[in-house]
Structures are given as structure tokens and as C-alpha cells.
């Protein structure tokens, strides 16, 4: 595809979204579905804040590689995301591991992923990649990375976090000079290298990469014909083209959207009970961290048909209300107090209930006299009369999955299990 003067460079690219892991660190959170699946916030699944940045920066070819378990995620795209036209050429294609090149090999690694459909992205007619993760929760502007990509002649550009270098340790760190160029990548390492100019802090991968297609076609069949690759973009794309080519860094901070609200670049991988209830904990502070509330910067998902959130009850003792929450549409809070809680869609919570910290997932019943505190309710879960969660750690860890910071999880088969045992 040949630029026009002046034409935004996301039009001339796609977004290659990778979904397809797991996410074993959310138990059985993920025993269903996969993690880019997962809800958050209320009312959207994780991978919708990947799709949505990148449909806000002016993309509109995207494809979704899906594998473990993507059922739910592929229903939710159906869904939600099935207003791209093709007559404005615009193209979302979830294209899960379908064994294209043989009848063993499944997805083997991130850029097998790609390379496996090879033919799909060919057809798109693009000039540049942006590859992306579908787990993580951020809002950015990817047109700033790909003008940073165009502008330094780079082979690849890797989005990057400024983390303090005392914490940099848990991620992939990048060594660059002055000119942003990644002189080494290292894994996970001992001593994070600084940034130059501020030896405090470190740039970890966040998993974002931004190519022109052709080279990284070219990289792809050559990967392919390694029987000694394991075929990932971190283990053995990236190190190739650092030592071989011309590898650049993006600062997140330099393209991450903000409200002006927010008081510093959001990023979060909700990868684990903790982290996941934690983000959405945070989205009921009185200023979050996160501004989902940004009309100019939407986080799309599928617009269900609902009707608007119910607080009934008006006595002393058994008044419905909400405070520090988040309530979200078809929830009827019946005679309980729920504070700094988020409700997902369709919750139920019914007389002399209470819940304090709370993650509720759809359509989740809390019956009455129930004292939740500090805990991720699996969606459809039905809480029994008079259950109490988070007083007790003994007590919560004996029939549900519970943290070490404290966080509980509940799923109907742990309520199932202690039904049974106490009957």
C-alpha cells in the first residue's frame, strides 16, 4: 500500500492481537475461558482495552489469534466487535489454531502465530504490524509508536515501561543509548541496566511490537525453517534483530492516553487473583488511577440491552445502597450495603447482606444475611444464606482458593463442595 501525503500511518496498518494464553495464575478463574476474556471493570472483557486503543488510533484491520479455550472469547467478539464492514475495508478476523501448516503443530510460540497466517495478513494489503497482547489493561495511542517506528528507520519498536530498577528484575529489560536504540535485551535480569539519564529506573518490554510487514514476513519464514527455535517474539525474534538489526524503544509514557485525571501512565497486567481484584478495586477510588469515564478515548465492548441498576429497601437495617461502587446495569441491590465493590451486569444482592471489597462477576446472587469481604465472586455464582467470607482465613481458605494477601475466590463448584461437605 502507497502512503498518501498526510495520511495517518494506523491506516495502514493492522493490529495482530495474540490471545490465545491461558492465564494459569487465575486459577480457576480462567478454568473456562481465557484470560483476554476475562471481565473487568463492570461492563468489558479484558482484550477489549487492546482492541479498543487500537480502533481509537485509527486502526481498522485487526486479527485475533485465539487457542486455549476461546469459546467465550470468540463469542464475546461475535458480539461486540462485529461492526467492522469490509466494504469500507475495514476486517476482523479471529483466526484460531486450526493446525494450517500440518496436522500436528497448533500455535507453537507468539510468532508462530503470525507466520501461520501468513496468507491472512498478505491479503489485508498492509504496510506495518502492530503486535499486541490481549491481556493486559491500558489505554494508548499507537499512532505515536508507529510515527517513532517510521520516523527512526527501525526493523522493530518495542513498547516499553519506565519501572523503578529495583523492580525491573520481574520483566524482559531493555539496554538502550541515547537515540533509544536497544543495544541488549535481558530477561528477567539480577541487575536491570538504567535508563540513560535516570540510572533509577529500567524500560521492561511491555510484549507491544510495531514492524513493516515485509521484513517481518521475510523474519517469520526464516524462523519457521529454525528447527531450534522455539518460535517466540521475546526468546527469539527480538534478541535476533537487536544483535542483528536496528531494535528502538517507545516509552509508554510518550503515547499513553490520559484524562488529565489520571496522575501517572497506566499499565496493568491482572494476571493474577491479587492483580485482578486489586485494578478493579482501584476503579472505585474517588479519583482512579484508570479513567474508564473518557468519552474521547471509549473502552468498546458488547452493548448489552439492560436495564438500569435497583436500589429498594428503606429501613434501618435493611436499606439497599451503594457507596465508593460500581454498579453496573440489571443489578438490584434489594436491601443491602455494598461499599467500594464493583457489580458486574445482572448481580442480585438481597436483604441484610453486606459486601465490602468486592468483585462480583455477572450475574452473581448474594442471598440474605451473607457478609462478604474482600473477595472475587466467579460469575453466576450463588451465595448461600448467611455465608460469611473474610473474617475467618482459616474458615475461607478450608472451602475457597484464598491469597496470601487475603483476596478470596469463590466459584460455584467451591459453594457446591461445602454444601456437600456440611449437609
Request: with cysteine.
Amino acid at each position: 500500500m502507497k502512503a498518501r501525503p498526510n495520511q495517518r500511518l494506523a491506516s495502514q496498518a493492522m493490529a495482530f492481537v495474540l490471545a490465545g494464553g491461558r492465564g494459569s495464575r487465575l486459577k480457576e478463574l480462567t478454568d473456562t475461558r481465557a484470560k483476554p476474556a476475562v471481565y473487568f471493570g463492570g461492563k468489558t472483557r479484558i482484550i477489549d482495552f487492546a482492541l479498543s486503543n487500537a480502533l481509537n488510533s485509527g486502526i481498522r484491520k485487526m486479527a485475533i489469534a485465539t487457542q486455549y479455550k476461546a469459546h467465550s472469547l470468540i463469542r464475546h467478539i461475535q458480539r461486540g466487535w462485529g461492526f467492522f464492514r469490509a466494504e469500507r475495508n475495514e476486517y476482523l478476523d479471529v483466526l484460531p489454531a486450526s493446525q494450517r501448516m500440518d496436522e500436528v503443530n497448533w500455535y507453537r510460540g507468539t510468532a508462530d502465530a503470525i507466520a501461520q497466517n501468513i496468507d491472512i495478513v498478505d491479503s489485508y494489503g498492509i504496510q506495518y504490524v502492530v503486535v499486541l497482547a490481549g491481556d493486559h489493561i491500558y489505554k494508548m495511542d499507537y499512532e505515536v509508536m508507529l510515527r517513532q517506528h517510521v520516523e527512526a528507520g527501525a526493523d522493530v519498536t518495542i513498547g516499553c515501561l519506565t519501572v523503578p530498577r529495583a523492580e525491573a528484575s520481574a520483566f524482559g529489560v531493555m539496554a538502550v543509548d541515547k537515540t533509544m536504540r536497544i543495544t541488549s535485551f535481558l530477561e528477567k535480569p539480577k541487575d536491570p541496566p538504567g535508563m540513560p539519564g535516570d540510572p533509577d529506573h529500567s524500560l521492561a518490554s511491555m510484549g507491544i511490537y510495531v514492524f513493516d510487514w515485509a521484513f517481518l514476513r521475510d523474519l517469520l519464514i526464516r524462523d519457521m525453517q529454525d528447527d531450534n527455535s522455539s518460535h517466540d517474539f521475546g526468546f527469539d525474534l527480538i534478541p535476533h534483530i537487536v544483535k542483528n538489526g536496528k531494535a528502538v524503544a517507545h516509552k509508554f509514557s510518550d503515547s499513553c492516553v490520559t484524562s488529565g485525571l489520571e496522575t501517572e501512565p497506566y499499565w496493568r497486567d491482572v494476571g493474577t487473583i491479587d492483580a485482578f481484584w486489586q485494578a478493579n478495586i482501584d476503579l472505585t477510588d474517588f479519583i482512579p488511577k484508570l479513567d474508564i469515564y473518557d468519552s474521547s478515548w471509549p473502552i468498546w465492548t458488547y452493548a448489552e440491552i439492560l436495564p438500569p441498576a435497583k436500589f429498594i429497601h428503606n429501613e434501618d437495617g435493611r436499606r439497599g445502597t451503594a457507596v465508593s461502587s460500581l454498579v453496573s446495569g440489571d443489578c438490584i441491590v434489594s436491601g443491602s450495603e455494598v461499599r467500594n465493590s464493583l457489580l458486574f451486569t445482572g448481580v442480585r444482592t438481597h436483604s441484610f447482606s453486606s459486601l465490602e471489597y468486592v468483585v462480583a462477576l455477572p450475574k452473581v446472587i448474594v442471598n440474605r444475611k451473607a457478609d462478604l469481604k474482600n473477595c472475587v465472586i466467579d460469575r453466576g455464582v450463588i451465595i448461600p444464606e448467611g455465608l460469611v467470607v473474610g473474617q475467618d482465613a482459616a474458615e475461607d481458605a478450608k472451602w475457597f482458593r484464598r491469597t496470601d494477601s487475603g483476596i478470596t475466590l469463590i466459584t460455584q463448584s467451591m459453594i457446591d463442595a461445602r454444601a456437600r461437605a456440611l449437609s
